[in-house]
């Protein structure tokens, strides 16, 4: 009986372990990986140069991802490689070792290393070369590295982005990439004044952005309806000023605590904070909040509806000036960026001459605690430092006027950029006050060229703000900027010769594999030839 039982076992075991070896051939890339072109991937933003060799590196249980061992001891590079193998393992289920070398790995595995002293690939730019045996990454900078990351993200099958395992396999394209961003400022702006918006929808958000190469947040963080970033000198700016929103729902406020997590969280995918107060104009919650800060001492009531222009802090008083260096104060310990946003847009119920005086006094403010200050294109109307950075939303004079004072540029065309416009008049989100903005509309424009007397030389980047009137939730957000964001991310970084709307609809269209995968609630327009399932040689 006891022998049957051994017979037995052996004959059960003999094919079980054929096929066990059966397997790990076929994953120890014996087999050649399957030929693909690297020229038909559907990278978004594209990439500046590019050539394909025809073949693939796969991805197995068995690679690992090696990173170069710092000569300073700094472990940045193990936490970028970190940061793949947390992106890759849930859609994979392979282990992904990350491990330091002081050399190239051998066949198999991922490389990522440090390669100073490329002056074209600058801040941002890196360098990949996919080969059958090995994946390479190189870049000046660890930030450069986590941009080509995204590269590698975006040339595997888009289920690589499930949160559950797949199939496979999991194959890139084999040939070389070098690429860099047009402009130093590619960023996106988040209103979570009119609603608010919690910690995990910012982190979200900042994922989103990430994956587009963008390198900038801002954050719309005070205005009528609502003050959102705890000001520990003047607390009722939070617990008053912060107690609602748009619609008249609950509000709520970061702590700095919380708000320390979120530029952490941003500064680990190489995205800058931008805080923004808006002044002298949109301060009801303030004004609300603290009567001494309004000129008759009587504070207002708080608001919640969505009309613009109607608020002002007083502008000749002391105790405002206080109050604004206390605030900067604060802030700027929280901002490691070196920038504050200091608003300054729509001030219709401040006199022009008493906007001028407070704008010049708080750049000072804001110099004073060791930023340079960006506002609204209205404040080229006051004697701007050249630090000083002014962002382009509706006036072409206002924005001629920076050129004129030296200060550049970061432009944010209504027409163009604004993510809360409606893509057409179905649109059940959103207003139209600037244009209807459908996708091809929000993709066809170059900064260099949009307002006369402006020219590249003179801009920092694009910025794409989304402000909340009408959008109360995460999948509205997404709604609203995806898919517009992908495009203004490329127009961002890709040079404007290499662009081309008929081109980059095919490329678009092939994301909604990705958007799905990442279960972003884009808006699937019409104009777009999308598709489900991957196809070819994505
Ligand atoms: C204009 S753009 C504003 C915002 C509004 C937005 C709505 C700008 C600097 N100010 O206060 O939310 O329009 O589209």
Redesign the pocket.
């Known amino acids: 009986m006891a022998s049957a039982m051994r017979n037995y076992q052996r004959t059960a075991l003999f094919p079980a372990l054929i096929f066990f070896f059966l397997m790990a051939m076929i994953s120890c890339t014996s087999e050649p990986p399957t030929p693909k072109d690297l020229s038909k991937e559907n990278l978004i933003p594209k990439p500046v140069s590019l050539t394909a060799t025809g073949s693939s590196f796969r991805l197995t249980e068995n690679t690992g991802i090696y990173v170069q061992t710092p000569s300073d001891g700094s472990n940045e590079l193990t936490q970028l490689g970190q940061y793949l193998a947390d992106l890759l393992k849930p859609a994979t289920g392979f282990p992904l070792p990350v491990n330091a070398t002081r050399e190239a790995p051998s066949a198999g595995n991922i490389y990522l290393a440090l390669s100073a002293g490329d002056a074209e690939l600058g801040e941002e730019g890196y360098e990949l070369e996919v080969t059958e045996s090995l994946v390479k990454l190189s870049a000046n900078t660890p930030a450069g590295l986590f941009r080509g990351l995204q590269t590698i993200r975006q040339l595997l099958p888009p289920a690589i982005e499930s949160k559950k395992v797949q199939p496979g396999p999991w194959e890139i394209a084999s040939g070389a990439i070098r690429d860099y961003p047009a402009y130093v400022h590619r960023g996106a702006m988040l ?1 979570v004044s ?1 609603h608010f918006f919690g910690v995990d929808d910012v982190k979200r958000y900042i994922d989103l952005l990430a994956f587009y190469k963008l390198n900038v947040l801002h954050l719309h963080l005070s ?1 009528d309806q609502g003050w959102r970033i705890e000001i520990k000198s003047w607390p009722n700016l939070t617990a008053h000023g912060g107690s609602t929103e748009v619609g008249g729902g609950e509000g709520g406020y970061y702590t700095q605590e919380q708000y320390a997590d979120i530029v952490q969280y941003a500064q680990a995918r190489y995205i800058t904070l931008i805080p923004e107060i808006d002044m002298p104009g ?1 301060t009801n919650a303030a004004l609300a909040s603290y009567a001494v800060l309004n000129c008759d001492g009587k504070a207002t009531e708080l608001y919640t509806g969505i009309e ?1 222009g109607f608020s002002t802090l007083c502008t000749d008083k002391d105790t405002t000036y206080k109050f604004i260096d206390d605030v900067i104060r604060e802030l700027s310990a929280l901002t490691p960026g070196p920038y504050i946003h200091i608003g300054g ?2 001030s219709h119920v401040t006199r022009k001459d008493d906007y001028i005086y407070f704008i010049n006094k708080v750049q000072d403010i804001v110099r004073s605690h060791g930023k340079q200050m960006i506002g ?1 294109d209205e404040i080229t109307l006051a004697s701007l430092n050249p630090g000083s950075v002014a962002q382009f ?2 006036n072409a004079d206002n924005a001629k006027a920076a050129v004129e004072q030296g200060v550049k540029l970061i432009m944010s065309p ?1 027409k163009k950029t ?1 993510l ?1 416009m409606q893509y057409d008049s179905t649109t059940a989100l959103g ?1 139209h ?2 244009a209807y903005v459908e996708v091809d509309s929000a993709y066809i424009w170059d900064p260099a060229t949009y307002v006369k007397g402006v020219s590249k030389e003179n801009i920092l980047g694009v910025e794409s ?1 989304l ?1 909340t ?1 009408t959008i109360t939730n995460m999948d509205e957000i997404e709604y609203m900027a995806f898919p517009r964001l992908a495009g203004h991310a490329e127009i961002g970084w890709t040079p404007a010769a290499e662009r081309n709307w008929e081109e980059y609809k095919v490329r678009l269209g092939r994301h909604e594999a990705r958007f799905n995968a990442m279960r972003v609630a884009f808006y699937p327009s019409p104009l777009i030839p999308w598709e489900e399932e991957a196809s070819g040689d994505q």
Do not use: C, F, M, T
């Open positions: 209103d009119r205005d949109h613009v847009d729509e609204w939303w509706a209504a604004y809360d207003l006050w600037a703000p402000w009137e």
